[in-house]
């Protein structure tokens, strides 16, 4: 049987961000309304804990209504996804968003604050996330698909399964979200999936008898975090993992006897501190976590995928299948209603922190099932619903 050519490579680099220039105070005044904005995408940061950061790209407007003492202030703001992941420590305005050809996507916001006494509070906001319409049309590209869609989980679960392969790692490591999966046919190869996910430490030793989809993860202050990008088709199977790591914000060291704390499963990013929201640390590290001790430099990842060249644009497809009767477009028909409901049981176990989609998704008629949207602020209580919409 032909061993899979799969390089598993690590950096040990760690980048440093500048620090985000401090808010300024936001005012009833007319010309306040471009600060007015920024507290309102760092409110809006602070809260979005799934899928991708997302950064201000264009102010759309607003009213000022003078009440006693102070004004109420709605905002229309324009949004772009970045390519940073919740997970990653680097602040949002230091991230690049996504290209047109990488599928982008956008939110259109609107965003009610209160100013009293020169005291600014966003009280409530609306978004409507979206894919970006391409200009052009691209039959070729690839297209983004469900975030359960079947194939595309099953390529996610190899890349996993191939990661907690890596000797160097000190843990096992389990799959705690899915950012986006691509899928595009190529010829010779079939269709091809493009993942991007998230994976949480376990307190799990690697090459330990425990199956790693049986660990729970590590809380989330005391994990290393890893983002990953995979690459498959259906002919060829998977073909690269890559992925760039995050340290742990908690890095105390346990005492004699003392076992690691039980955290319930939540959805707050490693990096935010209970007290510490806005001034996150502007830091991460490509490289390995530092309790590798002395095993060397541990493998970044198992290749790199055809599309993460220049991180922006993405490799179009080699063609379409001659039974594509759409002029030219790829028949995806992973989308199927009937094949999602088939996979949406877990393929994990059940204190797993893994699930398909945010619970805002019930809360959200037209929501892009491919999409991880800005859910509203504050978050209203959820309404009994069977399942997340799929398609």
């Given at each position: 049987m032909k061993a899979l050519p799969i390089l598993v490579l690590l950096s040990s680099a760690m980048q440093m961000f500048s620090a985000a220039p401090a808010l300024e105070p936001v005012t009833c005044s007319e010309d306040s309304s471009a600060t007015a904005a920024r507290l309102a995408m760092h409110h809006i940061d602070e809260n979005h804990?799934?899928?991708?950061?997302?950064?201000?790209?264009?102010?759309?407007?607003?009213?000022?209504?003078?009440?006693?003492?102070?004004?109420?202030?709605?905002?229309?703001?324009?949004l772009l996804e970045t390519t940073c992941h919740t997970v990653n420590p680097k602040h949002f305005e230091d991230c690049e968003t996504r290209m047109e050809t990488d599928q982008a996507v956008e939110a259109n916001c609107t965003v009610m604050m209160t100013v009293t006494n020169n005291d600014a509070k966003v009280t409530k906001y609306e978004c409507d996330t979206k894919q970006v319409k391409i200009m052009m049309r691209c039959p070729d590209c690839p297209i983004l698909i469900p975030l359960n869609n079947?194939?595309?989980l099953k390529s996610v679960h190899e890349a996993v399964t191939k990661f907690n392969q890596n000797s160097s790692n000190t843990h096992y490591y389990v799959l705690q979200e899915v950012g986006r999966i691509q899928s595009g046919y190529m010829m010779a190869a079939g269709m091809g999936y493009w993942a991007e996910f998230?994976?949480?430490?376990?307190?799990?030793?690697?090459?330990?008898?425990?199956?790693?989809?049986?660990?729970?993860?590590?809380?989330?202050?005391?994990?290393?975090?890893?983002?990953?990008?995979?690459?498959?088709?259906?002919q060829n199977g998977l073909g690269s993992v890559e992925c760039e790591f995050y340290p742990p914000t908690n890095t105390t060291a346990l005492g004699p006897g003392e076992q690691e704390p039980v955290c319930r499963p939540h959805h707050?990013?490693?990096?935010?501190?209970?007290?510490?929201?806005?001034?996150?640390?502007?830091?991460?590290?490509?490289?390995?976590?530092?309790?590798?001790?002395?095993?060397?430099?541990?493998?970044?990842?198992?290749?790199?995928?055809?599309?993460?060249?220049?991180?922006?644009?993405?490799?179009?497809?080699?063609?379409?299948?001659?039974?594509?009767?759409?002029?030219?477009?790829?028949?995806?028909?992973?989308?199927?209603?009937?094949?999602?409901?088939?996979?949406?049981?877990?393929?994990?176990?059940?204190?797993?922190?893994?699930?398909?989609?945010?619970?805002?998704?019930r809360m959200m008629t037209d929501a892009d099932p491919a999409l991880h949207p800005i859910c509203p602020w504050p978050f209203p209580e959820p309404r009994p619903h069977p399942h997340p919409r799929e398609s």
């Open positions: 804990e799934h899928g991708y950061k997302f950064r201000l790209n264009e102010f759309e407007g607003n009213k000022v209504e003078k009440v006693d003492e102070g004004c109420n202030i709605e905002l229309q703001l324009h079947t194939n595309g998230v994976l949480v430490e376990t307190p799990c030793p690697w090459g330990s008898r425990i199956v790693p989809e049986a660990c729970k993860p590590l809380c989330h202050d005391r994990a290393h975090h890893a983002f990953c990008r995979s690459s498959s088709t259906t707050v990013r490693p990096h935010d501190r209970p007290g510490d929201r806005g001034s996150r640390p502007h830091s991460h590290s490509h490289g390995p976590p530092p309790h590798n001790g002395d095993r060397g430099s541990r493998p970044h990842s198992h290749g790199t995928p055809p599309h993460a060249g220049d991180r922006g644009s993405r490799p179009h497809s080699h063609g379409s299948p001659p039974h594509a009767g759409d002029g030219g477009r790829p028949p995806h028909s992973d989308n199927q209603d009937g094949q999602e409901r088939q996979h949406h049981q877990h393929p994990f176990s059940s204190h797993h922190p893994f699930r398909h989609f945010h619970s805002c998704h």
